[in-house]
C-alpha cells in the first residue's frame, strides 16, 4: 500500500539552529500538510500545501517556519531557529480521495527535540 | 479555540466487550468526519469516516455514529480485541484546506 515517508525520524537539535524535516508525499496526491504533536497533547495543524502553495496556515505556523517542494517529489517543512517549544512530533500528511471524500494519509512522523 | 473535543482522555474495556469513544464540535460547517487511531512511535492511521449526509456507517466491527443535530459522533468498536489498545483521534474536514483533531482518547483493552 502507497504510503508517506517521512526522514528523519528523530532529530536532536540545540535551539537556534536550523531545522529541515522532509516527506515523500503519496505520488498522486496533490494536497500535503504538516501536523504537530507536542508530547501528551492533540495534533495541531501548522500548514496544508497545493499546486505549489501554501492555501492556509494555523497562528503556529509563524515566520520561522516555511514549507516548499524543492524537487517535485520531497515535501519539506523548515523551522529557522528552533525553541524549546518547537519539540514535538511532526507529522506530513496527504490527502487521499477515496469516493469523492478526503482521507488524510500522515507518515509515521518525525521526533524533533530541541536542547 | 477547540472545535474538536474527546472529553475523556483514557478508557478501559474488557475484552469481547463494546468500545464506545466520544467526539463533539462546534463547527456546524464541518461536513465530514474521520477516525484514527496511533500507536506509540508511529503516524495516525485512517479508520473510519461519515459523511454528514449519513448518520452511521459500519465497517466490520467498527461503526461510527453521527447525530448532527447534538454535535456529536461516537466510534463504537464491538467486539474489542487487545490490540485495539490505541489513542483514537477524532477529526473534522469543513473545506478540505484543514483537518480539525480531538485531543485524543486513550483505548486499552483488558485481556
Redesign the interface.
Known amino acids: 500500500e502507497p504510503e508517506?515517508t517521512?526522514t528523519p525520524s528523530h532529530q536532536v537539535t540545540q535551539m537556534g539552529q536550523e531545522v529541515i524535516l522532509r516527506c515523500v508525499p503519496i505520488s498522486n496526491h496533490l494536497?500535503f500538510?504538516w501536523?504537530r504533536q507536542i508530547l501528551g497533547?492533540?495534533?495541531?495543524?501548522l500548514v496544508?500545501f497545493?499546486n505549489n502553495e501554501i492555501?492556509?496556515k494555523?497562528e503556529i505556523f509563524d515566520d520561522q517556519f516555511s514549507v516548499e517542494r524543492p524537487d517535485g517529489s520531497n515535501f519539506t517543512l523548515k523551522i529557522r531557529s528552533t525553541k524549546l517549544e518547537d519539540s514535538a512530533m511532526y507529522?506530513c500528511?496527504t490527502?487521499d480521495d477515496r469516493a469523492g471524500?478526503?482521507?488524510?494519509?500522515?507518515?509515521?512522523?518525525s521526533r524533533l527535540t530541541v536542547l | 479555540d477547540q472545535q474538536v473535543k474527546q472529553n475523556s482522555p483514557s478508557l478501559s474495556v474488557q475484552e469481547g466487550r463494546i468500545s464506545i469513544l466520544n467526539c463533539d464540535y462546534t463547527n456546524s460547517m464541518f461536513d465530514y468526519f474521520l477516525w484514527y487511531k496511533k500507536y506509540p512511535a508511529e503516524g495516525p492511521t485512517f479508520l473510519i469516516s461519515i459523511s454528514s449526509i449519513k448518520d452511521k456507517n459500519e465497517d466490520g466491527r467498527f461503526t461510527v455514529f453521527l447525530n448532527k443535530s447534538a454535535k456529536h459522533l461516537s466510534l463504537h468498536i464491538v467486539p474489542s480485541q487487545p490490540g485495539d489498545s490505541a489513542v483514537y483521534f477524532c477529526a473534522a474536514d469543513g473545506d478540505g484546506n484543514q483537518f480539525y483533531f480531538g485531543t485524543g482518547t486513550s483505548l486499552t483493552v483488558i485481556p
Open positions: 508517506v517521512q494536497y500538510y501536523y497533547q492533540k495534533v495541531e495543524f496544508s497545493y492555501s492556509e494555523s507529522f500528511a490527502v471524500a478526503n482521507v488524510l494519509t500522515f507518515g509515521a512522523g
